[in-house]
């Protein structure tokens, strides 16, 4: 069967798999994103915290704890947000430009947002832009440009989106964007992907602090809900958890990619959040993973290429295990 559409233009969408194969065995097992299995253990949160509406200053903390993670040092730079998925949407409403740079091949939602501003998405090559984006790593592709290579592209308005870059901090740029001579970079940071916790929508805005300004006041007063700020106040601070949680994602990664190997597959890129696997029947193997009730990533710009998260739970990387033994 055809692969269903709205499988094609993100990951995460079940609803959508459970209605194609009705049949598959449950529970699901979601590989089609690229989180963090094993979320940041939260603590119980007091009883206000879902009952009152979020403290103001509470949303500033979150932003210096923020900032201090980024190596920013000005949070008035920084800018919190119901996920960098929104700060996706809000930008083409902030920022002056028509044709925007963007490779075909990376996170649709940038040319989507900015197409539906009214925007021209043109080649990442086409030094005339009036703003170019870069995703960094790259998604799904994994690719990372070097910080002094991004810095080089900072000569006019670029948007680097490193929603990714918690797994290795050092490729980050996002201490510079804002900061005199690199008053035109901005950057985005996202909280839910390596921290496993993506339902809390969080996410931040690097910028100068004219554009972070303005970005707070089309924000509004309660731009990240009060569980949201506690996520990430008592998650951001714990830098003990997050080093063993790189070193356990390099581990996760190795064990994938052999089980993709053996399977077949070509490993083509990824992180250690996700795999990107080539193989010429892609979509027959998709399919065959659906109908195992394993959902994945394909794409439709190369039928070839199949994405991979990482399983978490013992039981989940045996079947994962075993659907691969079939294809």
């Known amino acids: 069967m055809a692969t269903p ?44 915290t879902w009952s009152r509406l979020p403290d103001p200053e509470s949303l500033r903390a979150l932003e210096r704890v923020a900032a201090t993670v980024f190596g920013v040092e000005d949070p008035a730079r920084v800018v919190a947000a119901a996920g960098s998925e929104a700060l996706i949407r809000l930008l083409p409403r ?3 430009g028509r044709r925007i740079a963007i490779s075909a091949r990376t996170y649709g939602g940038h040319a989507e947002a900015w197409r539906g501003a009214g925007a021209e998405i ?13 995703v960094n790593p790259d998604n ?23 929603a990714f870059v918690e797994v290795d901090p050092s490729g980050s ?12 970079l901005i950057v ?9 916790l993506a339902g809390v929508r969080l996410g931040f805005l690097v910028a100068e602090p004219a554009l972070a300004a303005r970005a707070r006041q089309a924000l509004g007063d309660w731009p990240v809900s009060g569980p949201a700020i506690a996520a ?48 010429a029947d892609a ?38 295990a075993d659907a691969l033994e079939t294809l």
């Open 188 to 196: 985005l940071r996202s909280f839910g992907k390596f921290h496993g």
């Open 5 to 48: 559409a709205a499988l094609l233009g993100h990951g995460g969408r079940l609803g959508a798999a459970r209605t194609a194969w009705p049949d598959a065995p449950t529970p699901w097992i979601d590989l089609s994103t690229g989180i963090n299995p094993h979320p940041y253990p939260l603590p119980a949160f007091a009883p206000e």
């Open 232 to 279: 990430g106040l008592a998650a951001y601070p714990d830098t003990a958890w997050a080093a063993q949680t790189r070193l356990r994602l390099i581990e996760d990664t190795v064990q994938l990619d052999g089980l993709l190997r053996r399977a077949g597959f070509e490993i083509a890129g990824g992180t250690t959040l996700f795999r990107l696997a080539r193989a």
């Open 122 to 134: 043109v080649d990442p090559g086409d030094r005339s832009a009036d703003l170019r984006v870069l």
């Open 94 to 96: 902030l920022l002056e």
């Open 173 to 184: 740029v996002g201490a510079l964007a804002g900061t005199s001579g690199f008053e035109r």
């Open 283 to 320: 979509p027959r193997r998709f399919e065959a993973l659906a109908r195992a009730g394993i959902l994945t990533r394909p794409f439709p710009w190369d039928e070839t290429l199949i994405r991979f998260g990482l399983p978490g739970a013992e039981q989940d990387w045996l079947r994962l």
């Open 140 to 162: 799904p592709t994994g690719r990372v440009v070097p910080p002094d290579q991004v810095l080089d592209l900072a000569d006019g308005p670029l948007l680097v989106d490193e």
